[in-house]
């Protein structure tokens, strides 16, 4: 049986669960994007049964006992901190991070503003979608976080176009009682790749449910204040780290995009691609 991948900025998590049925389980952690300019260190965490529940022996020699969503809650929870530990003093800002045409572009918006369907959208397009939940600002670069798109299956069906074998992603039930399908961003047919480089354009998103989508520029100032809502600060080093974020929204282009139909959207951001120098 293989592994269940799970790789960070710096490490590739490698599960071993017992049977195929636990595996489908746990595959809602899987993300295997190819990180070439990434050497990673391979970890290896065995899971077994142990009087009717899962027992996972973690890298750290911690041994994680429950039911398959306490493990994945667990991996979440590792990948984290790996991913804090790696990037000291480091702002991360929560968004998804698509790649249109050979221009980087951060989609920024609060739960519930479309972000991760707009990103479905996007891939299912032909665009390259890097990550949908953190963007790494580095002194000199940014990188995403390797994370795949947690869509609800109500907002699935949002998103026209939709192949069949989606249905067959990864789920879990959220507190709720609704369904969360982890998607990897090879599901419009391209490979998932993530490399370091620059940040090309900084798009907020406001939601507007059944409208249009209309885009616009808005100022550095603006675009400053809009990403302290959506960023997690280090607890070292903070003004260090709002600097950086300051510099992002003063120096890259920003705009608000009020986000209703797709297929609009899509163009709006095509458009502030292709005016990019």
């Not at 970890?43 to 039911?67: K, N, Q």
């Amino acid at each position: 049986m293989r592994p269940i991948v799970c790789r960070t900025l710096r490490r590739e998590y490698r599960l071993h669960p017992p049977s195929d049925e636990v595996a489908s389980l746990l595959r809602f952690v899987e993300a295997a994007p190819e990180l070439p300019a990434l050497p990673l260190e391979v970890l290896d965490i065995p899971v077994r049964f142990r009087d009717g529940f899962l027992v996972a022996t973690m890298p750290s020699g911690e041994l994680v006992e429950g039911t398959p969503n306490h493990l994945v809650s667990a991996m979440h929870r590792i990948v984290l901190v790996d991913l804090i530990e790696g990037e000291r003093h480091t702002p991360f800002i929560h968004g998804a991070t698509v790649m249109i045409g050979s221009r980087r572009i951060l989609l920024v918006g609060h739960k519930g503003s479309g972000k991760s369907t707009l990103a479905l959208h996007l891939s299912l397009a032909g665009h390259d979608v890097e990550g949908d939940e953190h963007l790494v600002i580095r002194e000199s670069e940014v990188v995403a976080r390797p994370r795949t798109l947690r869509i609800k299956e109500g907002s699935l069906r949002l998103v026209p176009g939709l192949p069949e074998h989606i249905w067959e992603a990864p789920s879990i039930n959220n507190w709720d009682g609704s369904v969360i399908r982890s998607i990897s961003p090879t599901i419009g047919g391209r490979p998932w790749v993530i490399r370091p480089g620059n940040l090309d354009a900084v798009v907020l998103l406001v939601a507007n449910h059944g409208g249009r989508s209309v885009a616009r520029p808005i100022t550095g100032k603006d675009a400053f204040g809009r990403l302290m809502t959506e960023v997690l600060l280090p607890q070292g080093g903070v003004a260090i780290a709002a600097g950086r974020l300051r510099r992002i929204a003063m120096e890259v282009p920003a705009y608000q995009l009020l986000l209703g139909d797709l297929a609009t959207a899509e163009w709006h951001l095509s458009s502030i691609a292709s005016q990019l120098t």
